[in-house]
């Protein structure tokens, strides 16, 4: 007889549906699949034969499994699964992985090497293991399997739900077995089924004919011939589970009750079994077996929970290494126990309802008293508690009922989860450590878990959760909480506040923190507070909120100075970078220096990071050169600050519009926007998507340019400091390209009223360039404002500089200084060389002017300008400048292509080039002559070109036609 039914029996529909599956991923079209249903249905070994079928079809295959050891392991699952990609001696190309490779040192140690700690993002790890995978898995395909994963953490938890989103065009499949009660687990498993990203596959119990199978399976013998009696009872008494068939059958035989004949099987006596207890009896009775010193050491086994480490069971059993070796030899013969993979020294219980049988056979003193020893002998070996121990002797404290021990324990437990970035985890064990320490004496301790909670629930979305906590303050205050304490944690909430976006709440906690600490309280005290005020300001819509923000930075410096506080002295210094780059260059970058040296001297990577970055972007304001951006970004990345370098990424899209190089930009944009999209980082995404805009505008692409400013509201972009840059860098030169000057007028108008209601940090929306030279070239401007203007830093940004010296080479022709105007329109276009698009325009734009001026050469000027916007496809700028050469006498080629901007439906009735610029600016419902005005042409020929477009399409009007021109354009 075996033990364990060497056949899959009532399987063959979900087995098929792994099987091809598999077959799928190994194509390159991934999934999930999630295995659900009570303890002892199947899934293990339903697991195990996918995976078999997996090896064998040549796939790589990774396992893990959740663990019910103390109240959670993060990652455990995960851990345990990356770390066999390297036990099997495979050759492994992990350059690939590039900066996700220090940030996958969380779950494989020897990446971690040499790496300072530092907090990653659940979703940035999580598409750390997607790469990785995908990288394992090149070729053949991968298999990862996560067997357990109801007892994983709320961080493994998050990864498996990014990566069953992830996975459809990946060589990964995702397999992972859930117990069908309710819990995180099972619900991410019927969420993935609703949005179709993973398959969910319910086990349901044998019936009685699968039961007989199963039965026939054990005993090697046909179904047939398996007495009915014993097929009843199994199926009474099983109720259609294997695992309990299994163990039912196997009392069975070893009770004498069913022995062998030479017909096969011969039941002796009457069969009497009972379910639940027929379960806990066979174990029991399998345990009494080893001896009073066996079943003992298994009791102690069974407290430490479903894995067990032996040098723990040793300690606790007192018990030499012969005789504990001989005792789990004899657990292994009698399939209770079974070495655990990872390590040497831990066993495993081969099923849960293992330790759960022998639990339930202790006595609440014994099971006390066991758990005490238990912990004790953990705290022996390992004094200062690492890792997982920690949780394991808080959760053995808690079954000992040392209350205040296990509270202690869960909430250092907890501050190390939030320390490793561990934010689920850290919430459920300080939460718990919360309700555990509910005494007047322990309001200390109380504090410190709330100043460890307040950061956790923040870092992982929970706000609302943190202001709840807000009333817990209350509760300390008549505890005798020294008010210092308090005013931390009002400053904690308010720091939540900040990153919640909840400026005025986040006031409010600044101001009871300030209430607490009285009329002198310490630097130490202040300078966080007034560092979180600062923030806080800089993000309340409000004229004078740049000042206020700086003044209250200036003083939380000072303060962290006086008080040795690096971090609150880094990120203070770097806010006032921030602030003076409009004003100050020279002081912007000595701030930020500060900032950098403090990161440098105290040895915080990641505010080095920062400052380098800040600095970066005010070397490319200065110089459109992005040389300092590429070294900042690859600080970031190989620090695993992989949300900075995203930042950088984006800068670099946007100076490769204003360069011009659109096909590239293309590229850059779509694989930022892809990434920050997917890591839902906001700020990246609608910086992005207005980069995305400006590069539709300068094109003249005015319908993507829509397409993306309306994605841009959709991601928050109406209260956002990027705002002003899709007036001024997209909508501005899209009206500028159709020569629509007026609606340029309006827009950029409306980008300086938002920077005058909400002022921002970003200074290229045309304040500081732009509008000075449509200003002076209207007549609106002159030297007063000229000089404003080109006296500030932001006018001296490359970008702004190049209007600038556009402005001053018109002022100079118009008094007849010649030789000045010329000067100034030759460093025009030295600065504008960066910036293609730009400098073309400027050449149409003052073109003009000089002709009537008489200073320059506008007739190259815009004989260069037509060719630009020729070339790349902007005709209503490129016929401008033919229309103003003709004004001069000059002759110009007719140029005839552009055909193929043309819809179809319009080329297929004879729309030529020209009617379709005249159908463009029907759907504004324009008149003839604001027609010709925009396309250079005389009222005449926009008549001429109106009827036959009214002919050529068959409409019975101009007003007909206006609407036809509108349905054409939107389709």
């Known amino acids: 007889m075996q033990t364990r039914a060497p056949l899959l029996v009532g399987r063959d529909a979900e087995l098929t549906e792994l099987t091809r599956s ?5 194509a390159g079209r991934g999934g999930a699949a999630f295995l659900v249903g009570e303890a002892g249905i199947g899934k293990s070994r339903l697991a195990a034969m996918a995976t078999g079928r997996a090896f064998d079809s040549g796939m790589r295959v990774l396992r893990g499994r959740g663990s019910t050891i103390g109240p959670m392991v993060p990652f455990r699952p995960l851990t345990e699964a990356l770390l066999s990609l390297f036990r099997g001696g495979e050759p492994f190309e992990d350059s690939e992985l590039g900066p996700y490779r220090p940030v996958l040192g969380r779950l494989i140690p020897e990446w971690a090497a040499g790496a300072p700690p530092q907090p990653v993002s659940l979703v940035v790890l999580a598409e750390a293991v997607l790469r990785l995978l995908s990288v394992a898995g090149r070729g053949r395909g991968c298999l990862l399997v996560l067997e357990d994963l109801h007892d994983a953490d709320a961080e493994t938890l998050a990864v498996v739900e990014y990566l069953s989103d992830n996975l459809d065009l990946q060589p990964i499949m995702l397999l992972a077995t859930i117990r069908g009660e309710p819990g995180a687990a099972l619900d991410l498993a019927r969420a993935s089924e609703q ?81 639940p207890a027929a379960v806990v009896r066979s174990i029991a009775n399998r345990t009494d077996r080893l001896g009073p010193q066996g079943r003992m050491l298994l009791s102690v086994a069974a407290v430490l929970g479903h894995r067990f480490p032996l040098s723990v069971v040793r300690k606790v059993a007192d018990i030499d290494d012969r005789g504990l070796l001989s005792h789990l030899h004899a657990g292994v013969a009698a399939q209770l126990v079974t070495p655990d993979e990872p390590a040497p020294d831990w066993y495993a219980f081969r099923h ?48 000992a009922g040392e209350d205040a021990a296990a509270g202690r324990l869960f909430a250092e437990a907890g501050r190390r989860a939030l320390r490793d970035g561990a934010a689920g985890s850290a919430i459920t064990l300080l939460d718990k450590a919360n309700r555990l320490l509910t005494r007047k004496l322990d309001a200390r301790i109380r504090a410190d878990i709330l100043e460890s909670l307040l950061p956790a629930l923040a870092e992982a979305g929970h706000f609302e959760r943190a202001f709840q906590l807000a009333g817990k303050l209350a509760d300390l205050d008549g505890d005798g909480l020294d008010v210092r304490r308090r005013a931390a944690l009002h400053t904690r909430l308010a720091k939540v506040a900040y990153l919640a976006g909840r400026p005025s709440n986040g006031a409010e906690q600044v101001a009871a923190a300030r209430a607490l600490l009285g009329d002198q309280p310490a630097d130490e005290d ?119 370098a995203y930042n950088a990424d984006a800068i670099i899209a946007l100076h490769t519009v204003l360069g011009g190089d659109f096909d590239l930009a293309t590229q850059r944009i779509a694989a930022c926007g892809e990434s920050a999209t997917r890591l839902q980082l906001s700020s990246i995404v609608r910086y992005a998507l207005m980069t995305k805009a400006t590069l539709a505008a300068h094109q003249g692409r005015r319908r993507e340019m829509d397409d993306a400013l309306a994605e841009f509201r959709e991601w928050g ?124 325009l400027g050449l149409r734009l003052v073109a003009e002017s000089a002709h009537t001026d008489g200073w320059g050469d506008p007739i190259t000027w815009l004989r260069n300008a037509e060719e630009y916007f020729h070339r790349n496809g902007v005709t209503g700028t490129a016929s401008a400048c033919r229309a103003l050469l003709r004004q001069v006498g000059v002759s110009v080629q007719q140029r005839r292509v552009g055909a193929e901007q043309v819809p179809s439906e319009l080329r297929s009735v004879g729309v030529t080039v020209r009617e379709y610029d005249v159908f463009r600016l029907l759907v504004e419902r324009l008149g003839n002559k604001a027609i010709a005005n925009r396309l250079h042409i005389s009222p005449r020929t926009v008549e001429k070109h109106v009827a036959s477009l009214i002919a050529k399409t068959q409409q019975p009007d101009r007003e007909a036609l206006s609407s036809y021109a509108s349905a054409i354009l939107a389709s």
């Open 195 to 275: 949005r179709r990203t993973g398959k969910l596959l319910e086990l349901r119990r044998l019936d009685r004919v699968q039961v007989r199978a199963m039965a026939a399976s054990c005993l090697e013998m046909p179904g047939a011939e398996v007495a009915d009696e014993v097929v009843q009872r199994l199926w009474v008494d099983s109720a259609g589970n294997p695992f309990i068939v299994e163990e039912l059958l196997h009392g069975l035989v070893s009770n004498g009750l069913l022995v062998p004949s030479g017909d096969g099987w011969q039941v002796v006596g009457p069969l009497r079994t009972e379910v």
């Open 352 to 399: 849960p309802l293992t330790a759960e049988a022998l639990l339930s056979q202790l006595t609440p003193i014994d099971r006390t008293e066991l758990s005490s020893k238990a912990a004790d002998a953990v705290l022996e070996l390992h004094p200062t508690l690492p890792g997982h121990w920690c949780q394991l002797v808080a959760s053995l404290r808690l079954d």
């Open 526 to 644: 202040t300078a966080p507070v007034d560092v979180v005020a600062a923030y806080l300001e800089l993000d309340t819509p409000r004229p004078d909120r740049l000042t206020r923000a700086e003044a209250l930075a200036r003083r939380a410096v000072a303060a962290a100075e006086r008080s040795e506080q690096p971090v609150v002295a880094c990120e203070a210094w770097e806010l006032l970078g921030i602030i003076a780059r409009e004003h100050d260059i020279s002081q912007a970058m000595s701030c930020l220096e500060k900032a950098k040296q403090l990161g440098e001297q105290h040895q915080l990577p990641m505010q080095r990071a920062y400052a380098m970055m800040r600095l970066a972007g005010i070397d490319w304001l200065s110089t459109a050169d992005t040389g300092s951006l590429e070294r900042a970004r690859q600080e970031a990345l190989r620090i695993g600050a992989i949300t900075m």
């Open 717 to 840: 972009g109406e209260k956002s400091q990027e705002l002003p840059l899709s007036f001024g860098l997209a909508r501005v030169f899209c009206a500028l390209l159709e020569e629509n000057r007026e609606l340029a007028d309006k827009e950029l108008a409306q980008a300086l009223a938002f920077e005058a209601e909400n002022p921002t940090t970003f200074h290229l929306a045309g304040r500081h360039g732009l509008d000075l030279l449509l200003g002076v070239l209207s007549g609106r401007f002159d030297w007063a404002q000229h000089r404003e203007v080109s006296a500030t830093p932001a006018g001296g940004m490359r970008w702004n500089r190049h209007f600038t010296e556009l402005a001053g080479a018109v002022l100079y022709g118009r008094e007849g200084k010649v030789e000045q105007a010329e000067c100034a329109m030759a460093a025009a276009q030295q600065v504008g060389g960066a910036f293609p698009m730009a400098r073309n």
């Open 22 to 26: 598999l077959s799928g991923t190994r």
